[in-house]
């Protein structure tokens, strides 16, 4: 798991870091929490599982960098930093999972950190996959889709592709994850990754599109649904 603290106040980015590492040490290694202070239109997130941004970045717009990310990477835990709290209702727009105010920062991050430790135990499950006689782990959190061909399912996640010898529906109880829906007879995708979703096709960040077979348009809209409710 890879924490990133984006944020031009370096001060407040080491006690930050410092306080993620003490309360999240059984989730995280102290050097998967990376402190970003510049170059932020440069961020490689690949395989990145939470952000906490700044709103309000020297000489960048903290929401209008938050969308961006957001838009390439769907499945993101975005947590607002600020002194400006006047602003926090403009980030609804994000998405984000939580806000902190920095003038009351030791009374929100215990709330924020006790929620996400909630939200992680919860949804950020790691499966243990034997590929080519090696034991390998993902988390399924980075799954984006999965296409079976003959015997082999291959699982693309955000960095690389593997191939298993799986079936669909014995992947599928692996995940054992309402976010995991099949759309076709071969195809299962990841709603967390959806960026539209219709009767016929659905299109996944960055920029992946599936035609919908016709036997599972309507589980997928009842699997959508719940889905959306529980963002």
């Not at 370096?10 to 410092?18: E, I």
């Not at 992947?171 to 979703?197: G, P």
């Amino acid at each position: 798991m890879k924490f990133k603290i984006i944020d031009d106040d370096s001060n407040f980015s080491v006690q930050l870091k410092y306080d993620l590492y003490v309360h999240f040490k059984d989730y995280v290694n102290i050097e998967d929490i990376e402190i970003l202070t510049n170059d932020f239109y440069k961020i490689n997130l690949i395989d990145t599982d939470v952000i906490f941004i700044d709103i309000d970045l020297e000489k960048f717009d903290g929401i209008e960098l938050s969308t961006q990310i957001r838009n390439i990477y769907p499945a993101l835990i975005i947590i607002f930093i600020s002194s400006h709290e006047n602003l926090v209702f403009n980030t609804l727009v994000v998405r984000p999972f939580q806000f902190i105010r920095k003038s009351k920062y030791n009374e929100d991050k215990y709330i924020v950190f006790r929620l996400l430790k909630k939200h992680l135990d919860m949804y950020y499950r790691n499966i243990i996959l034997t590929i080519k006689g090696r034991m390998v782990k993902i988390n399924i959190t980075k799954i984006i889709y999965c296409i079976s061909l003959g015997h082999e399912l291959t699982i693309h996640t955000e960095s690389r592709d593997y191939v298993i010898a799986k079936s669909i529906l014995q992947f599928l109880n692996l995940l054992d994850s309402t976010n995991f829906v099949q759309i076709q007879r071969n195809v299962i995708i990841n709603l967390s990754y959806s960026k539209e979703v219709t009767k016929k096709f659905v299109l996944l960040s960055p920029n992946y599109k599936f035609n919908i077979g016709r036997k599972y348009q309507k589980n997928l809209l009842e699997y959508y649904k719940k889905y959306l409710l529980t963002k």
